[in-house]
């Protein structure tokens, strides 16, 4: 099956940092990526669907200016948290989509763990 | 708006029995996909099985089968001669056939396997 790669897998950062978290397809073109959060024992939340080459599109509740997503290439979406601080501290999950194809075919990366000090 | 409900919380199955997690959604549409996404302590999310609405047959991936009713709107996961590897969250969930590619996922079911 595909391959859904992120990076870091975890990370730590002072309040007020910014920090970038990485979604690749490894051996797939994904049109659409997808951007979860997941609080301990909880589900998947949807933060944004992003779209290579256009603007992402954010859930409501989810800040914009605090959640820049980029879908710059095919391959490649990055999630960057804005100002962090503890409250975005959280598991954070990309998918990717396999284009072009009618059942679902989204392949989950393994998680970005934010811990914000 | 399309929901998904499991009202299982947490489930225990002696090893190699046999075990049905329940979920129930709500939807206007005809058509649209189910599936059942289970979710290790490694958190990496893996699919379990898919089911598309306008089959009638229930899917089946080896240990793992569904049943699928559409009427009721019911989509349970049965595992049969359960392994400790089994052991994860399971999380049953809708995606329209016709809008965009949003998973919805409901709020999981803890399934713990005894050994």
């Known amino acids: 099956g595909a391959v859904v790669s992120q990076h870091p897998s975890w990370v730590i950062c002072k309040s007020g940092t910014s920090v970038k978290i990485e979604c690749r397809s490894l051996?797939?073109?994904?049109?659409?990526m997808f951007w979860y959060r997941q609080f301990p024992k909880q589900s998947l939340m949807l933060m944004a669907t992003?779209?290579?080459?256009?603007?992402?599109?954010?859930e409501q509740g989810v800040e914009k200016d605090k959640f820049l997503i980029n879908h710059a290439s095919l391959t490649l979406s990055t999630l960057t948290v804005t100002s962090a601080h503890p409250e975005d501290s959280s598991f954070y999950i990309c998918?990717?989509?396999?284009?072009?194809?009618?059942?679902?075919?989204?392949?989950f990366g393994p998680g970005t763990r934010l811990t914000v000090l | 708006a399309q929901t998904v409900t499991q009202s299982q919380p947490e489930m225990s199955v002696q090893e190699a029995e046999t075990v049905t997690l329940s979920c129930t959604y709500d939807?206007?549409?005809?058509?649209?996909?189910l599936f059942w996404y289970k979710q290790p302590p490694s958190r990496q999310m893996i699919l379990v099985i898919r089911?598309?609405?306008?089959?009638?047959q229930n899917a089946t991936e080896n240990r793992f089968s569904v049943n699928f009713q559409k009427a009721a709107k019911s989509f349970s996961l049965k595992i049969s001669d359960s392994q400790l590897g089994d052991a994860a969250m399971y999380f049953c969930?809708?995606?329209?056939?016709?809008?965009?590619?949003?998973?919805?996922f409901g709020k999981g079911t803890r399934l713990h396997i005894l050994p």
């Open positions: 089911q598309e609405a306008y089959k009638q």
């Open positions: 939807t206007s549409e005809s058509d649209y996909y």
């Open positions: 969930a809708y995606r329209s056939a016709y809008r965009d590619d949003k998973i919805i």
């Open positions: 992003s779209n290579e080459g256009s603007k992402a599109t954010y």
């Open positions: 998918s990717a989509r396999v284009p072009f194809s009618r059942a679902d075919t989204q392949y």
């Open positions: 051996d797939f073109q994904a049109t659409t």
